[in-house]
């Protein structure tokens, strides 16, 4: 495909950069039954829609080739991935099994202290309110 699109000129390219930076975010990928979407995932994180389908369940999303869970912020991981399907800038501590914002970034809470995203240090207005 790279080849494609670098013979095509800048139309090409800008085809070719679309679908690399997007077609890794779907969420989903045909099917005809349940068993077609087992390489994504077990059978209880994955399924066939009567679209034709293979989707992630509910709090699962597709990265790559396979589903993983989201775990948000201050909430029990297990890897990496998982935070990240949540919050972007965010990992699992190793040390609490939590997903904790990456070193640099400040945690945003609502008005009811519950973490809501990472922030870059220094870049978090005093005033800002999150509802």
Known sequence: MLTRAWNTGWHGVFIFTLTYLFL?????????SGNDCLHLG???TVYCSAAGD???EQDW???GDSCVRVVGLNRHCK??????AGQG????SKLLNICQCRQGFLTLEDRLKKPVSCEVKGAVDSSTFID
């Open 79 to 84: 890897t990496d991935r998982e935070c990240q």
């Open 42 to 44: 077990g059978e209880f």
């Open 61 to 63: 999303v597709l990265q």
């Open 54 to 56: 293979c989707e992630c």
């Open 24 to 32: 890794p975010h779907l969420r989903s990928l045909n099917c005809s």
């Open 89 to 92: 800038d965010s990992y699992c």
